[in-house]
């Protein structure tokens, strides 16, 4: 017995004659979806030719046969001496045939036969409605074919553009799972010191400058962040203030000089400036205060 050596296939389906591997990253699953719609497409196409030549020639064949034997032109008049002689031989004419038929019953029973099925097959008027028939079934299978493949298509259109989605999402956020997490950590640490105030170069537990109340907030999460907010805010990944999340440090002015922990919703936590207290506000509570970067610590 010869041993096999082929490559087991890969686990999946078939849509509409095409393989669709369970493991399909999409990319190539739309690609071969695509290249059959493409064929299918031509084969809808050559269907839908054959089907309207045959479609005509039935058309032509029935008229033929409505219309029955064909008036006599006038080339059969002017070889006629009289009337009476062009109808007679209009006669014959018709005639003919059936003689011939009976000639070759008489000869040959078994040849006319033959010949009769095949005068049959060639005359029958059903001959060209049963292939028109059977082309209009094959090119509505086809087409039948084409819709399946352009769901399938759709579908995994939707579905790619659903995985790029989350691909672009899984950019946006951290690569440490565990961030939000920490993130919560220290906006839990950040809000309990509400009400301190502020004092400049303190960094807790009784008061708090601006810096000093984060870098004391990303400890309590066990992430170490540097004194000054210059060196902060080069501590982590730049991302747009629409895409900041809570935990993230917003920084203001170009110097980068005041930074506050974001906590959702366009609100952070931060000490203002002396003479001030700790407290949860906008990001845009002072309109000099513009918001210079966002920073999501390491």
Same mark, same amino acid.
């Given at each position: 017995?010869?041993?096999?050596?082929?490559?087991?296939?890969?686990?999946?389906? *078939?849509?509409?004659?095409?393989?669709?591997?369970?493991?399909?990253?999409?990319?190539?699953?739309?690609?071969?979806?695509?290249?059959?719609?493409?064929?299918?497409?031509?084969?809808?196409?050559?269907?839908?030719?054959?089907?309207?030549?045959?479609?005509?020639?039935?058309?032509?064949?029935?008229?033929?046969?409505?219309?029955?034997?064909?008036?006599?032109?006038?080339?059969?008049?002017?070889?006629?001496?009289? !009337?009476?002689?062009?109808?007679?031989?209009?006669?014959? =004419?018709?005639?003919?045939?059936?003689?011939?038929?009976?000639?070759?019953?008489?000869?040959?029973?078994?040849?006319?036969?033959?010949?009769?099925?095949?005068?049959?097959?060639?005359?029958? !008027?059903?001959? %060209?409605?049963?292939?028109?028939?059977?082309?209009?079934?094959?090119?509505?299978?086809?087409?039948?074919?084409?819709?399946?493949?352009?769901?399938?298509?759709? *579908?995994?259109?939707?579905?790619?553009?659903?995985?790029?989605?989350?691909?672009?999402?899984?950019?946006?956020? %951290?690569?440490?799972?565990?961030?939000?997490?920490?993130?919560?950590?220290?906006?839990?640490?950040?809000?309990?010191?509400?009400?301190?105030?502020?004092?400049?170069?303190?960094?807790?537990?009784?008061?708090?400058?601006?810096?000093?109340?984060?870098?004391?907030?990303?400890?309590?999460?066990?992430?170490?962040?540097? *004194?000054?907010?210059?060196?902060?805010?080069?501590?982590?990944?730049?991302? %747009?203030?629409?895409?900041?999340? %809570?935990?993230?440090?917003?920084?203001?002015?170009?110097?980068?000089?005041?930074?506050?922990?974001?906590?959702?919703?366009?609100? =952070?936590?931060?000490?203002?400036?002396?003479?001030?207290?700790?407290?949860?506000?906008?990001?845009?509570?002072?309109?000099?205060?513009?918001?210079?970067?966002?920073?999501?610590?390491?």
């Amino acid at each position: 017995m010869a041993s096999s050596h082929r490559k087991p296939r890969s686990a999946g389906k *078939r849509i509409a004659g095409i393989w669709i591997p369970a493991a399909d990253d999409g990319n190539s699953g739309l690609g071969e979806v695509e290249r059959k719609i493409d064929d299918l497409y031509r084969r809808a196409e050559s269907a839908t030719e054959k089907y309207n030549a045959a479609k005509e020639r039935a058309t032509r064949q029935r008229k033929r046969y409505r219309i029955g034997p064909s008036a006599p032109d006038a080339s059969t008049f002017q070889l006629a001496d009289t !009337p009476h002689d062009h109808f007679d031989q209009a006669q014959l =004419m018709s005639r003919l045939p059936v003689r011939r038929r009976d000639a070759g019953n008489a000869y040959a029973p078994e040849q006319s036969a033959a010949g009769q099925k095949q005068w049959d097959a060639a005359e029958n !008027p059903r001959t %060209p409605d049963a292939t028109q028939s059977d082309l209009g079934t094959a090119k509505a299978t086809v087409q039948k074919k084409l819709a399946t493949a352009r769901e399938l298509l759709s *579908r995994l259109t939707a579905q790619n553009a659903q995985k790029q989605q989350q691909a672009d999402t899984a950019k946006s956020t %951290p690569s440490d799972s565990s961030y939000a997490t920490k993130a919560a950590k220290a906006i839990a640490f950040a809000r309990a010191q509400v009400g301190k105030p502020y004092v400049w170069g303190a960094a807790g537990p009784g008061s708090y400058d601006c810096s000093g109340l984060t870098q004391a907030a990303w400890r309590a999460a066990g992430v170490t962040l540097p *004194r000054a907010t210059s060196d902060q805010a080069n501590a982590g990944t730049t991302v %747009p203030l629409a895409d900041a999340q %809570p935990g993230d440090l917003v920084f203001f002015h170009a110097d980068s000089s005041h930074v506050g922990v974001y906590v959702g919703d366009g609100m =952070m936590i931060h000490a203002p400036k002396p003479g001030t207290y700790v407290r949860e506000e906008s990001v845009h509570s002072d309109d000099s205060a513009i918001v210079h970067s966002v920073v999501r610590p390491a």
